[in-house]
């Protein structure tokens, strides 16, 4: 009765390849998709495309779903992609607005008013680094 065989590899290759394909299948983010759609988004959306070496696009980028950042090979593939989730999913992610500067620093409260007990809250402040700067110059006078 012999012992079990010893696994031969120690860790998953895959794990290690995660942070590569994240950048790697990079596309283009829900806010900048958003300004695509937008009538002077979609020139600067062919302006970046111009910038590109067409001939490494599939379709030499004439089937493009502009939604989802993506070029086909063929109208057919367009077509099918048209009407598959992922697609329909996008469409909705871009019915919502996506956030602004001003709104996150709204969230994090900048800029924000902040009633009256932050008022008070900042008055007493105040009052006692007065009240502590005061207290620092008295023993210089004396």
């Known amino acids: 009765m012999g012992r079990n065989r010893r ?3 120690h860790s998953n290759p895959k794990k290690n390849q995660a942070p590569n394909q994240k950048t790697k299948r990079y596309r283009r983010d829900i806010d900048q998709i958003h300004d695509d759609l937008k009538d002077k988004g979609k020139q600067k959306f062919l302006e970046d495309l111009a910038k590109k070496d067409i001939e490494d696009i599939p379709g030499m980028a004439e089937h493009t779903c502009v939604a989802c950042a993506r070029y086909f090979a063929d109208a057919t593939s367009l077509e099918t992609h048209v009407r598959g989730k992922p697609h329909k999913r996008q469409l909705k992610k871009l019915e919502e607005e996506p956030y602004t500067i001003e ?6 409260g900048l800029g ?4 009256e007990y932050g008022k008070r809250k900042e008055k007493e402040a105040a009052e006692a680094a007065a009240a502590a700067a005061a207290a620092a110059a008295a023993p210089m006078e004396a």
């Open 7 to 9: 696994s031969r590899t």
């Open 103 to 108: 709104e996150s620093r709204r969230a994090v």
């Open 112 to 115: 924000v008013d902040k009633g």
